[in-house]
């Protein structure tokens, strides 16, 4: 594998040395992740869903079924690279609709790949927690929604 085109500054971010989110780029990242185990390939997404945090939306999450789908990797060699692209296309999913750096990404990968530790999430201006706090809400009383029937069994 090519060293990468771009450094890493004091502050953990990339600073680039030649246009670094090409093709050629993508494609070794795409074969770092499918050299990690499925299981630190789901905690990558995580960590990536985490980073695309912003103040007043809820952080991006991956859908339950990843897990089985981790599980199915280790067992089959097509079900392994399967997960690979799964993963791989909501990387770059959340790097492009929630405006995640892609080099950031790449190089959390990097380090993540020769490490075994994820790098701590990039600072945001104003950035809070991932979710906000859950709200109560007004209390449901039986029969008041989803019901055709007042006393119907069926309602929450």
């Known amino acids: 594998m090519k060293p990468p085109a771009f450094r890493v500054d004091s502050a953990g971010m990339p600073s680039p040395l030649l246009p670094a989110d090409d093709l050629d780029t993508r494609r070794e990242a795409w074969h770092l992740l499918h050299r990690l185990p499925p299981a630190r390939r789901l905690a990558f997404l995580w960590w990536v869903c985490r ?9 991006p999450e991956p859908v339950p079924a990843m897990r089985e789908h981790a599980r199915q990797a280790y067992r089959c060699d097509r079900a392994d690279e399967r997960f690979t692209n799964m993963v791989w296309v909501d990387v770059t999913a959340v790097c492009n609709q ?59």
């Open 51 to 59: 980073a695309a945090t912003r103040p007043g939306l809820n952080c």
């Open 98 to 156: 929630y405006e995640v750096p892609f080099l950031t990404a790449a190089v959390a990968l990097d380090r993540y790949a020769r490490s075994g530790e994820l790098p701590p999430l990039p600072s945001r201006p104003g950035a809070g927690p991932s979710r906000p706090p859950a709200s109560p809400g007004p209390a449901r009383t039986r029969g008041s929604t989803g019901s055709a029937r007042p006393g119907s069994p069926f309602v929450c």
